[in-house]
């Protein structure tokens, strides 16, 4: 389905999640960010490239790849995105929702 | 003489061997590698804590199942030299090989989280994914009080993904028989954000827990076990008490593939999802709970995995191009307790289903719904184990691909 967000009309999925990161833009991450109550700063843009890096690699995500390979640790993950940091950070930086295996 | 090398005589290279010794003329040899003498039966694992089964029900010799023809090597693996088609033994030997099967399985790395092998560990914190930890667990429960019981898994992926939630299932019934239901408050902590990983199977098994009066704490993501105070502290500042902790630890593939410098931050061997080739040499192939592929670690899958994995180790030897044709099909029973279980089929497209199997209209096996008979179909599973599965002999009516007869589909999301 499409759904507006800071203005632009981009494809998600019925969790909120974008289909098509090509559509991402900064712009629509800070809105996300908003309804996630989260105030974007430099380091957790930093988490949000390294996201989209990692998924255009088709890399795996888990917590564990995140802090062995990531730019904060596990625990300062847990502080820049409180409470399920991995699906709220993936929201935001415009990528599907982590696939917690099977 | 070509040669043919299998990494381990678990679940799934004992099935190689025995697929592959009638396949391959006398021109290959065939030989299999293993450090244990001991074959355990690991479902049973589930069972041991609660008395359902015996010790020596689990277990049985390691050879009695490597077929004639074949040559069992009792040594550990040190290493995989991918480039010199050569596998080190921790011996010193080396091994030459045309085409190699990785099948050295996962273990538990308890090591992974900060405080389990503390004080607490083996007194009140204990696995059930190894035979010493399910036999200790057992003795520990015959005599335990009653208290809280957390029943935790650490992270995914983990073998036999539906094992915690059966062992709070089977906890709740055997405290129910034991008439001290009451003094047992039982608690479920997982690092997903519901009962199980597929959403209509976490749907159905989560009613299941809430009836059972078994709470759930999802999400839980663990930093640390604090010994002194008996907690679960997790990343984001959550706490759990327990007085007898159930974890599944971290589980990783061995560490002879961490020394190979092949696999992933978990040891998993990098594997095509449909071909079960490498993708780290192409005469090198993987099966079971070693690869990396998105099916369930489970010996249903390594059993449809070998169907397929056979077929192309004979094109690959008659130079032919592989099939494309593993599709992720689990078939597990979940003991829900008082005497039923449930059955799920899924594949890396469909969710767990509503139906019957495997006869489509007619069972006698329900998927996704609590049945006698499919506690039975659970109990079964151990002489087909034993009997038919690590011989590799066919199960009849049951297909390594999924068949979407008679079942109530939805297509995953992913
Ligand atoms: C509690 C529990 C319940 C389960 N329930 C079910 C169930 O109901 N249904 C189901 O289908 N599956 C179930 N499973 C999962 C099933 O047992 C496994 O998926 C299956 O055994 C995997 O087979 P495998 O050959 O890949 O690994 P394994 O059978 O574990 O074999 C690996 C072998 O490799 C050897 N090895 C590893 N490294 C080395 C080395 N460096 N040197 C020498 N040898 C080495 C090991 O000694 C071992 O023999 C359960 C598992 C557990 C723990």
């Not at chain 2, 049973?44 to 050879?63: A, C, E, H, V």
């Not at chain 2, 061995?254 to 998993?268: K, Q, Y």
């Amino acid at each position: 389905m499409d759904k507006e967000i800071a203005g632009m009309i981009v494809a998600v999925n019925d969790e909120g999640y974008l289909t098509n990161l090509e559509q991402w833009t900064k712009e629509i991450g800070e809105a996300i960010a908003g309804e996630e109550n989260i105030a974007m700063t430099e380091q957790h843009w930093k988490v949000i490239e390294f996201l989209q890096h990692a998924h255009r690699n088709s890399e795996a995500l888990s917590i564990r790849s995140l802090g062995k390979h990531g730019p904060v640790s596990i625990k300062e993950f847990y502080v820049l995105f409180p409470g399920g940091p991995l699906k709220k950070a993936s929201r935001i930086a415009g990528i599907p929702k982590p696939a917690s295996c099977v | 003489m070509n040669k043919l090398l299998i990494l381990g005589a678990g679940t799934a290279g004992t099935m190689m061997a025995n697929h592959l010794r009638p396949r391959l003329d006398a021109e290959w040899e065939i030989s299999i590698v293993d450090q244990e003498e001991t074959h355990y039966y690991q479902p049973g694992f589930l069972f041991l804590p609660f008395d359902i089964y015996k010790p020596k029900q689990l277990q049985k010799r390691i050879d009695k199942f490597v077929p004639a023809g074949v040559n069992l090597i009792r040594q550990g693996i040190d290493r995989i030299v991918p480039d010199k088609n050569e596998v080190v033994l921790t011996n010193g030997k080396e091994l030459q090989y045309d085409i190699l099967i990785i099948a050295t399985g996962t273990k538990i790395a308890p090591q992974e989280v900060s405080g389990m092998l503390g004080p607490l560990w083996q007194k009140d914190i204990f696995d059930f994914y190894t035979f010493a930890g399910a036999k200790a667990l057992r003795d520990k429960i015959r005599s335990w009080p009653g208290g809280k019981m957390v029943v935790h898994i650490c992270e995914m992926p983990i073998k036999c993904p539906v094992a915690p939630l059966e062992f709070a299932f089977l906890a709740d019934s055997f405290f129910v028989e034991k008439g001290m239901r009451d003094r047992v408050d039982l608690t479920f902590v997982t690092p997903l954000s519901g009962a199980f990983t597929k959403p209509t199977a976490t749907e159905k098994l989560g009613h299941l827990l809430a009836e059972k009066n078994i709470r759930i704490v999802s999400d839980f993501a663990i930093e640390r076990i604090d010994n002194e105070n008996h907690k679960l502290v997790d990343y984001g500042g959550q706490e759990v008490d327990f007085d007898l902790l159930v974890t599944v630890p971290t589980n990783m593939g061995d560490e002879a593939i961490a020394r190979s410098g092949i696999g992933d931050d978990l040891n998993f061997v990098p594997t095509n999802n449909a071909t079960l080739q490498t993708t780290i040499k192409d005469n090198i192939f993987a099966i079971g709970d070693a690869t990396n592929v998105p099916a369930s670690k489970a010996g249903s899958v390594a059993h449809f995995e070998s169907e397929i994995l056979t077929e192309n180790i004979l094109r690959y030897v008659r130079g032919e191009p592989l099939k494309e044709e593993f599709d992720g099909h689990a078939n597990c029973f979940v003991e829900t307790g008082h005497g039923k279980a449930l059955l799920i089929d899924f594949n890396y497209s469909h969710e767990p289903v509503e139906g019957t199997f495997p006869f489509p209209g007619v069972g006698p096996l329900t998927l996704l719904k609590e049945s006698r008979m499919n506690h039975i179909g659970k109990l079964a599973f151990r002489w087909v184990y034993w009997n038919m599965l690590l011989k590799g002999r066919h199960i009849p009516f049951v297909t390594a691909q999924m068949d979407e007869r008679g079942k109530h589909f939805r297509e995953s999301e992913v």
